[in-house]
C-alpha cells in the first residue's frame, strides 16, 4: 500500500517537472537572452556565449526608448486599474449571483452577448468617445477603458458566488445585516481566491496589451505603457539589433507580477478558510 | 482653422529616429519655426493619420506605397510648392514615388532596395553573378516559404518582362502576371525547393545561418547591414541582384525600389511652415548628413553620386539596383493590399509544391490577376 | 409585543408539482410558545421561512402585531431563527458567529463580550469561543446556531430542531434552558421538532401538519386526550396510539381478524344516536391503556382480547410489546414485570373509556 | 389593510395634479412630498437634457441620417500660392455621435420612466395615508433591497459608454458604403441598407468565409476544451495528496502568465521556426532529417497554435481550478471514497462536475473569447502560412484575423462589420444556447 | 465476516488541545449491532471516521478479520457509511445519489433501478428520486442519505445519527427497518446515536463514550441495570438518574440537604464491609423506582423522604415531577394519576433494592 502510493506519487512528480520544464524553459531562453551580447533576434543555442547587462542599461538610458517612465506608467495604470476592476468585477458578480432584481436574467444574457463583438472594431469608437470627453493620450483614459471593460468579465465569480451557501446569506439576514452588509461581511471574506484571482488577471492586463493601449495613447511616447514600447520596438529595422533589449524588457515586466504571483498565492491556496458547514 | 500662418504653433513631427534631432534644431534656428518633434515609425503613419488626422503630425515619413490611400483619404497635402525643385534635384524614381495620379505630394528623402549579401570567403565576385552559379557554389537563405516572400519575389515576375499595374505601377487594370512569362517564373519557383543552394529560413534565422556560416548569401536590405557587418566583418560582400534564368536565358532578377518620403497632413492649419520643414527635410544637405548618421540611401542625384556614398559598398549597391534597370518602383495604387496577400499565398504555395499542375498554376494565377485588379466601384 | 397572524398562507416552490403548503391559519399570541410537529416533508420548515421572510409567501396573508409583513424584508422583521442546518459562518470563530448579529447593531464591544459569553455558558460551548465551526462536533455546532439566535433579543425566535443532534441528557438540559430562555426574553416562539417529548413539554400549544395542512391547533394535553383525527391520534404520543379499522355492531367492535370487545353502554349509545350502527368505524386505543395485570382484567371485562406477541422490547422500567391480531399491529405497553416471550398469545384487557372512536371515511373524531 | 398596486397608467388617469404634472414637469411630485433632492435631480435632469437636446442633439440626429453632405475640398489661396483645405463634413464622426445622441435620449426617457413611477409610488403611498420614505430611508434602502443599482450603475454606464455605444456604431457600419473607396476625411459615405450582406455571403468574399469559419469553431473548440481540461488535469496532479513542493509547481507554471503574450509568442514563433531550435535540436539528436513545418505547412501549423495555446491557457485554468478544489466540499469526497469510489472516479463524477458547474459560465466566454481570440494567432502565425485558395487569408487564420486584414490593409470596414456580426450573431446564438443548459444544471445547492 | 478490532487507537486533531480519541479498545463481533452514544463532542463521529478510513487514525491498530486496516484507503474497506451531515452529492438526483456507489461496481442497469426503488421504498422516499438534494427537506435527505449506504451489501455499516432529523412516528418505522435491514444484510453495524431508546431497542452492545474514553460496553440491559460508573448511570435512561451526594452512616444515607433513608440490611452490610461506614457515596435511583402511591410507601418503608416540587410535566401516561431536596434535583416518575401541582412537598418511597451506590471519589460502582 504504502509502495504503491509512493510509486505513483514518483510518477506524478516526474510528469510535474516534465510539464515544468516545458512550461519554463521559454521563459528561461528569454531571461538568457536579455544577457546575450551577440546575435540578434535569432540564435539556435540556448546558452549566450557572451553576457552583458549592456541590454538593461541601454533600457534605462536610451531616450527614444524611455522605459523608466514607461514602467511607472504601467504600474501606475496596473495598480489602479486592478484595484478597481476587481471592485467592479466583483461587485457585478455578487449582484448578478445574490441580489433579486427584474431584470436580472435578461442582464446575464445581455452581458455574455456583448462580449461577443471583435474587440478590435470598436477601438476607433472609443478612441473618439474618449477623445469627446478629451482624454485621449492619457493614462487616465487607459484606466477608465480597463476599468469599463470589467464591468463584462463577472462569469467565473458569479459561478464561485453561486457555491457559497445560500443558508449562509438567509442566516445574515435574519441577524439584520443589510444585502451591503452580507456582500461585505460574508461574501467577501469567502472569497478570497476569487478575488485575488480577478484581482492578478487585472494587474496582467496593462503590462500585455499593446493594441488597444497604442491606439489611444498615438505619439505620445512619454505615456506608453511597457508593452506598447516594446512593441514598437519590434518594427522591420530595429527588431534585430533591439531584440535582447526586448527580451531584458520583457524580464522586467515579469518580475512585479511574478513577484505579485508568489505573494498571493498563499490566498490561493488557503481559500475558504474553512469548508462549509453542514447541509 | 485653414490659416496657415500661425506661425507661434509648433510644427508636429513625425520621424522614426532621435538621429533627426540636431537637423530639426537647426532648422528652428534658421526659420524660428518650432518643431515638435516626436518618435513614431513611418510604417505606421498611414495607420495613425487615418485613426484621426487631426491629432496627427503636421509633417510625417512614410514609405511611398502608402500614398495611394493617403491620396485616396484626402490625408496628404498636394505638394506645389517645391515641385519643380524636387523634379530637378531627386531621381525619376524618387520622384515618380512621389507622385500620385499625375500630382505630386511627397518629398523623398531616400530610396530603398534589397541587394546581395555574401559571404566573400565562400563566394566570389563571379560566382555571385547569376542565381545558378550562386546557388551552385554556395547556399542562399531566404524566405519562399513564409511571410514576405511576395516582397522578394515579386519582381522575379518583372525582372521576365511581365507588368504589376501596368508600366508605371498605377493602371489597375495592368497587371498581366498570367501569361506564360508569368508560368515561367512560378515554375522555377517551384523548381527552388529541390535546390540543395537554396535554404527555406526566415529572415531573423537567415540573419543567423549568415553568421555561424551555415549560408553564404542572403537578399535583404540596408536595414541588415549593421547586424551581418557586425557579425561577419570583413567577410561580409555586398552586391546587386544576380541573372535568373527563367527558360530563355539570364535576365537581370530585380527588386522592388521604396522611396522614403515625407508627407504634409493635409489637415494642417500652418501648411506653409510644414511644407517648408518637408522640404528642408528631404533637401540635398539634410540627406547627406542623414546618410551620414544612419546609413539611409539618398534620392537625390547629387548625393547619390558623392563619393561618400559610393564609398559605401551598400549605398553604392542600393544606388545601383536603384536604376529602373534593376528594380520597380513598388506600386502605390490602393489596390495593392488586395494582390500582397495572395502573392504571397501563390508564391509559399508554389515553393511548397502545393500547385502541382500547370493548369493549377494558371488558374492561380489567373485568381490573383482578377482579385488584385477589380476596378473601384 | 408581537402577535403573529397567518391568513391563508400558500407556498409553492416552483419546480414542485403541488404546493407544499396549502391554506396555512394560524394566530400566535404574543410570547407565546408554538410548536409545529408533523412528519418529515410535511412543511414545517417552509412555513418558518415564509415567517422569517426567507421563502416568498405565494398566497395569503402574514401579519405581526396587525402589520403586513408579506413584504418586509427579513432583516426588518426582527425575527431570530436557528436553522435546521445551522447556517454558520464558515469564516468567523464561534465567538464572531454568535456575536455577529450584535456588531451589525454596533452594540459596543465590552457589551458583545458579555452577552456572547453568557449564550456560550448557558450552551456549554464556552471553551470553543475561538474555534472555527469546521472544527466542531455537530451537537457542538448545533448549538452555535442556538446561541446566535438567543444573544439576540429578537421579538420572534424560530427555531427549526434546533436540538436535533444532541444527546439525550444536554437535550433535557438544553429543553429546560430554551423554557429559561423564552421566560427571560419574552419571544413569541415558534420551534419545530420531531421530538414529542420537546413538544409536549415546551409548548402552549401545539400545531400538528400533515401535507401542508394544519390537522390541529391545541394544548399538548388537549392534542393527546381529544386528538381530531386518526393522524394526530397516531402522531402524538409515542408509541404511537393503536388503530384498528372494526365494524360497530350491536354495541361491540368486531373485526374479521377476530377482534371483538363490548363496549360500556354510555359510549355504544352515543355511536348509536350518531347512526354508526353497522359502520365500519376506527378504534384508536394508547399502548398504555392496555393492560396486563389481573386487577385491570376484572376491571375492564368488555375489553379483554387476545393477541399474539411478535416482539418484546424491555425498555427500562417498562416493556414494548408488539403484537399481532392478524395483520393489525397492536402495540402494548406494560410494566418491566410484564415481559413476554416473543411468540406467546396473551390477554390484553382495554380501558375502553379512556379509548378513541374515529369516522372510518373522514378520519375524524366521533367520541 | 390590503394594498392595490397601481400602474404608472392608472396613477396618471387617478392620480392628484402632482402626479399628473410629474409627467410635464418631472420632479414635481417629489419635490411637493418633500423629497427635495430626488425632485431637484429630476429637474435637473430636464431641464439639462432639452437645453442640450435642442442647441445640439437635433443636428446631431439630422446628421445621423444624411451622414454629412459637405465634402472636403481644396481651394487656391493667392495669398499663400497653395490649395487650403476647407473641411467638409466627417461621416464616421456624425455616425458616432449620431448613435451617442440616440443613447442619451433613450436614458433621458429611462429617467423620465423612472420619474414617473416614482411619482406612481407617492401616489400610492397618499392614497393608503403611508409615510412618504426619508431621503435617509431612500438611501439606506440603497444598501439593501436597491443594492443592485448602487452596485451596478457606474458599472453599467461605463459599459454603455464604452461598450454599447462603439458596438452600435460598428453595426450601423455594416449598412453604410464606409469602405478604401469612401474613406473619411475627404470622402463621405452613406446608408445603403443590405448591400453588403449579400456581397459577403455572395460575393467571392464567401468562398473564403466559410473555410475560415469552420475552422474558427474548430480551433474555439479545441482551444477552449484542451486549455480546460488539461488545466483541471494539472491542478489535481499539483493540488494531489503528497506532492510536496505544490507551491513551487504552481509558481512555475504561473509564470508563463507573468510574461506577455506577444512576447512569448513571439519566442514561440522563433522556437519552432523551419531553423528554429526545436528543430535544430530535433536534427542534431538525429530524431529527424528534415526540419519539422511547425509553422510553414497548414495542418501542421493549426495544430501547432493548438498546442501552444494551450501553453498559455493551461495555468489560468489550473489557477482557478485551484481554487474550487480547495473549497469543494470534503464530505461529499468522503462520501464518495465510502461508496468505493476511486480517485478517478471521484473526480470525473464529483470534481469534475462541480469544477464544471463553476466554471461552465467562463468556459462559454472562452469559447467565444477564442473565436475572437485575435492574439495568439495574430502574433504566433499571422494567420500563416498563406494559403492561395482563400482571399487575403492563411490556413490559421480565425475570422477575426482576416477581419484585421481586412481593415487594417484594405480599409473596407463595412464589410468587416458584417463579417463582425456573422461572427456575433454566430456565437451569441451559441451561448444563449449554452447558458439556458447551463442554467438548467444550475439549480443545486 | 466482518470482524472489527479497535487496539489503543487515538486521535489528535492537530488544532486541538487534548486527544479527541484516547486510548479506545473495542472487539466488535461480525454481525453485531453496536451502538454508540456519548454526549456531544465525545468522539463517537470522529472514531466512525476512523473506521471509514476518513480520518488518520493518530495511534493504535485497527484490524478488519485480523487484518491491519490503518493504511488501507477508504473504497477497499468495503464500508457504508451514513453520515451525520448526509453528504449528498448536490448535482445528482436522489436515484444517482443512492445508485452511485451500485453504479461505480458496474452493477446492470436493471439491477440498480430496483434496488434503487427497493431502498427508496423501504425509506419512503420514492416520490423524490427525480429531485435534486436541494429541493428535499431535512428529513428526506437524511433518508437518502440512508438509503445510499443500504443499497450496497457492504460488510461494514456504519451509521451516525441517521435518524436524529425523522419525526417520531417515522424514526420508529426506521428503526423497525434497520433491524430488518440488518437481518437481512448481515453487515456488522456501528451505529451512533444520542436517542436512548434508538440505542435500547437496536443495539447487541452498547459502548459509552466520554471524552474519547469508553466508559462502559455492554447490552442495554447491563447498562440499565449495572452501570459502572456515575457517568454512564446518568446518562442511560431518560429521564436521567437521580444522583445524590450523600453520606453513609450507620446503616443510613444522609445528606445535608434533608435526605435521608434507612437501607436494607443487605445493602448496608455490603457498604459497611467495603470500608465506606462514615464516608461520602453517590446514591442513584431511577425516577421509575421512586413512589407515590400508598401501597409503595407501606412496602418501602426505609425508603421514605421528602422533596418539594418544581415542575410537574404531564406526559401522555405519564406524569414526570421534578422536585428539590435543597439544592438537589430529584425526579420522579408517576402515574398521570399521581399529578402534584408545583409547590407541594410530596413523601417519596424509594425502592431502594433497586437503587445503586457508587464511590464518590472515583464514581465508580460500588453495589
Ligand atoms: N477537525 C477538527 N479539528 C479539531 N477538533 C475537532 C475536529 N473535529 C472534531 N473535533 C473535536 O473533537 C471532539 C470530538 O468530535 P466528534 O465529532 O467525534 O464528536 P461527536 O461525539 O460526534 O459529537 P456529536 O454528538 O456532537 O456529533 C470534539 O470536541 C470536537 O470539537
Ligand atoms: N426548494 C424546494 N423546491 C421544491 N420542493 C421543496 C423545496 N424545499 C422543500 N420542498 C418540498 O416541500 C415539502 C416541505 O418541505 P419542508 O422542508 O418544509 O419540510 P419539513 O416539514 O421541514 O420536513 P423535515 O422535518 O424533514 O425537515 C417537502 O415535500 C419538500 O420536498
Ligand atoms: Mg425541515
Ligand atoms: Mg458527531
Sequence with gaps: MKNKNKRTRMIVYTILTLLAVVWVLPIIWIVLTSFRSEGGMFVDYFIPHHFTLDNYKMLFTNSTYPFGRWFMNTLIVAVVSATLSTFITVVMAYSLSRLKFRWRGRFLQGALVLNMFPGFMSMIAIYYILKAIGLTQSLVALILVYVAGAALGFYVQKGFFDTIPISLDESAMLDGATKWDIFRTITLPLSKPIIVYTTLMAFTGPWMDFIFARVIMGDNIQNYTVAIGLYTMMTRESANSLFMAFAAGS???AVPIIILFIALQRFFVEGMTSGAVKG | NNSASADDKAVKLWVDNKAYKPIVKQFTKDTGIKVDFKIGQSADAQADLKKDPSAAADVFMFPHDQLGQMVQAGLIYQNTKYEKSIKKDQTDSAVQGASYKGKMYGYPYGVETQVLYYNKEKLSADDIKSWASLTEKGKLTTNF??????YKYVPLFMSNGDYLYGENGEKVKGTNFNNDKGMQVLKWIAQQKDNNGVIQSTDAASLNKMSNGKADAYLSGPWDKVTLKKEMGDKLGVAKYPTVNFGDGDKQMKTFLGVKLFGVNAQTDKALNAMKLANYLSSNKVQKQVFDKLGYVPSSKSVQASGDVQKDDVAAAVTEMAKPENSVIMPKLPQMVTFWGPSDALINDAYKGKLTSDTEMQSKLDKLVKQSTKSEK | MAEIKLEHIKKQYQNA???????????????EFIVFVGPSGSGKSTVLRMIAGLEEITDGTFTIDGEVMNEVAPKDREIAMVFQNYALYPHMTVFDNIGYSLKLKKTPKTEIEERVHQAAKILGIEPYLERKPADLSGGQRQRVAMGRAIVRDAKILLMDEPLSNLDAKLRVQMRAEITKIHKRMGATTIYVTHDQTEAMTLADRIVIIDHGDIQQIGTPNELYNEPTNTFVAGFIGSPAMNLLEVEYYDGMLVSDEGFS??????????????GYEDKKIVFGIRPEDLHLDPIAMETYVGGKFTTQVEISELLGADVMLYTKIGNSEIVVRGKGSDYVAPGTAIQVAANLSKAHYFDAVTTNRII | MQTQKLSVREALKVGDWRMKLSAIIMGTSQLLHGQILKGLWFLAVEISFFTWFFARGIKSLQSLITLGTHKQGFVFDKKLGI???HQGDNSMLLLLF??????????????YWVNLKSARKLQELDLYHKSIPTLKEDLSALL???LHILLMSVPVAGVVAFTILPLIYMISIAFTNYDHNHLPPKNLFSWVGFENLGNVLGGDVASTFFPLLGWTIVWAIMATVTSFLFGVLLAMLINAKGIKGKKVYRTLFILTMAVPQFITLLIMNNLLNDSGMVNTMLMNWHVISHPLPFLTDGTWAKVTVIIVNMWIGIPATMLVTTGILQNLNQDQIEAAEI???????????????????????????QFIGNINNFNVIFLLTGGGPMNSDYYNAGDTDLLVTWLYKLTIDAADYNLASVIGILIFTLSAVFSLFAYKRVNKMNNLG
Excluded: C, W
Design chain 4, 144 to 146: 439593501d433591497s436597491k
Design chain 3, 17 to 31: 408539482s403541488e404546493p407544499s403548503v396549502a391554506d396555512y391559519n394560524l394566530d400566535i399570541h404574543d410570547k
Design chain 4, 339 to 365: 461508496d468505493g469510489a476511486n480517485k478517478f472516479q471521484i473526480f470525473r463524477d464529483l470534481t469534475f462536475p462541480q469544477i464544471l458547474f463553476v466554471m461552465a459560465p467562463s468556459l462559454i466566454q
Design chain 4, 98 to 111: 449620431g448613435v451617442a445622441t440616440i443613447l442619451v435620449v433613450v436614458i433621458f426617457f429611462y429617467q
Design chain 2, 145 to 150: 516559404a513564409g511571410d514576405g516572400a511576395n
Design chain 3, 261 to 274: 370487545v363490548t363496549l360500556p353502554q354510555g359510549i355504544s349509545k352515543q355511536l348509536t344516536d350518531k
Design chain 4, 83 to 85: 490649395n487650403v483645405l
Design chain 1, 251 to 253: 524580464v522586467l515586466i
